[in-house]
């Protein structure tokens, strides 16, 4: 079997942790398998990096920060390399560039548009154990990029696709997909199996362990794709197509999401075109708009809350200012204090009253919903962050899940 394994932080998070990849990669190889494996940064390294930045700079430049961030991958990839080297086997590391990922120029959360696999598969004809740095690629212009925060999972998937693996590993923390974060709900029960569209619906909505794009791109590659975890010999849970899951529950799992914040527009000009001309600039700027809220007009002028990750607070702001000078918005406000519960089952399709039961589940814990977005598969709300690990275990509970 040709297999990509990726290896996240916590994974390759100390040294002794890296002679552990290390042997495991030299187990499959034994087994007969050609290994491409992908890794992150050591735990913690990028986060450091960043920090390292905003000492200087609260807004670096963001193809700087490409520059910076990089650096982590690149240093597990080298270290285990060489690892893997000193137990006898021939191996070589390779940067986003070498494997020949081609990104974008959206520094910071560059999108693949294409892999070259050249490089790697002549590795892989010479038998060697390819170790790639993982999060990264090189745009036209020749620049380093990354793939947005836990890229890593996005770089095996588009590396699994591209070379033809037949399954793609990610090796993580926990030993698989639970129905919620096990770090909140100790109750949480492991999935052997879940549907790609829940995967992503839970990705996208704040379960970290998977990147969303990786999902996305899995599904549309359709790439076997299990987590796992690289501390024991646990399976982990498969990733796949709807069809090869026979019992399907009305809700999969629940997610949260604490990135979130809320920008609250008011007194906003309330005329044809408005939306699409603040929405429309908020995009060009790369900022991410979750639930919109627009409110009754009074004297033509109207309220509109959304949301955005965190990290898009600043760019957003730029933009609203824009059209506080034109006098098109009167006043804006932002809180951070805000998270998303999510439940999510591709059962919902056929049922009704899910959506019901997760408001009264919030309103038995007292706890306010400020917003709601639902789709076919998921119901989200937007209450305050306070309550976020309370509102995870009660809706666990009421759907019981821990069942
Ligand atoms: P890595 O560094 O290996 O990429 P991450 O920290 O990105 O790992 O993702 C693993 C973490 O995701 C787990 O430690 C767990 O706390 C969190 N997580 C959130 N939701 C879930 C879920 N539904 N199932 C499993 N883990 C989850
Ligand atoms: N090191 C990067 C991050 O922390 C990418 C990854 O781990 O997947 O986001
Ligand atoms: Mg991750």
């Known amino acids: 079997m040709l297999i990509v394994q990726k290896f996240g932080g916590t994974s390759v998070g100390d040294l002794e942790r890296i002679q552990n990849v290390a042997n495991r990669v030299v187990e499959s190889k034994k087994a007969g398998n050609d290994v491409v494996v992908v890794v992150s940064a050591m735990s913690g390294e990028t986060n450091k990096l960043v920090a390292y930045a905003e000492h200087f700079s609260s807004t670096p430049a963001r193809a700087e920060m490409d520059m910076l961030l990089s650096s982590g991958e690149r240093v597990t990839a080298s270290l285990l390399s060489i690892a893997l080297n000193e137990m006898g086997h021939s191996t070589v590391s390779m940067t986003g560039r070498k494997a020949g990922i081609l990104t974008d120029s959206h520094h910071t959360k560059a999108r693949i548009e294409e892999i070259n696999p050249e490089a790697m598969k002549s590795a892989i004809q010479e038998g060697k154990i390819i170790v790639v740095a993982g999060f990264q690629g090189v745009s036209m212009e020749g620049n380093v990029t990354t793939l947005g925060r836990g890229g890593s999972d996005l770089s095996a998937v588009a590396i699994a696709g591209a070379i033809d693996a037949d399954l793609c590993e990610i090796y993580t923390d926990v030993s698989g997909i639970y129905t919620t974060d096990p770090r909140i709900e100790p109750k949480a029960k492991k999935l052997d199996k879940i549907s790609y569209d829940e995967m992503l619906e839970l990705a996208s909505l704040g379960a970290k362990v998977l990147q969303n794009r990786s999902v996305e791109l899995a599904k549309k590659l359709n790439v076997n794709l299990v987590t796992r975890t690289s501390f024991s010999n646990?399976?982990?849970?498969?990733?796949?197509?709807?069809?090869?899951?026979?019992?399907?529950?009305?809700?999969?799992?629940?997610?949260?999401?604490?990135?979130?914040?809320?920008?609250?527009?008011?007194?906003?000009?309330?005329?044809?075109?408005?939306?699409?001309?603040?929405?429309?600039?908020?995009?060009?700027?790369?900022?991410?708009?979750?639930?919109?809220i627009q409110n009754k007009s009074h004297d033509d002028r109207t309220n509109i809350d959304f949301t955005v990750p965190i990290s898009d607070i600043a760019d957003a702001k730029k933009v609203v200012d824009t059209f506080m000078n034109n006098g098109d918005i009167e006043a804006d406000s932002y809180n951070e204090k805000i998270c998303k519960v999510s439940i999510v089952g591709v059962g919902m399709k056929?049922?009704?009253?899910?959506?019901?039961?997760?408001?009264?589940?919030?309103?038995?814990?007292?706890?306010?919903?400020?917003?709601?977005?639902?789709?076919?598969?998921?119901?989200?709300?937007?209450?305050?962050?306070?309550?976020?690990?309370?509102?995870?275990r009660s809706l666990h509970n009421a759907y019981e899940l821990d069942k």
């Not at 056929?350 to 119901?379: C, D, L, Q, R, Y």
């Open 350 to 392: 056929s049922h009704t009253g899910v959506a019901a039961k997760a408001f009264a589940t919030m309103a038995n814990e007292n706890i306010n919903i400020n917003m709601i977005s639902t789709s076919e598969i998921k119901v989200s709300m937007v209450i305050s962050e306070k309550y976020a690990e309370l509102a995870v």
């Open 234 to 292: 646990e399976e982990g849970t498969l990733i796949t197509k709807e069809e090869n899951i026979m019992e399907k529950p009305l809700v999969s799992g629940i997610a949260l999401d604490k990135n979130q914040a809320r920008i609250s527009l008011m007194g906003v000009a309330d005329k044809p075109g408005i939306a699409s001309d603040i929405f429309g600039k908020l995009a060009t700027s790369d900022v991410n708009i979750d639930m919109i």
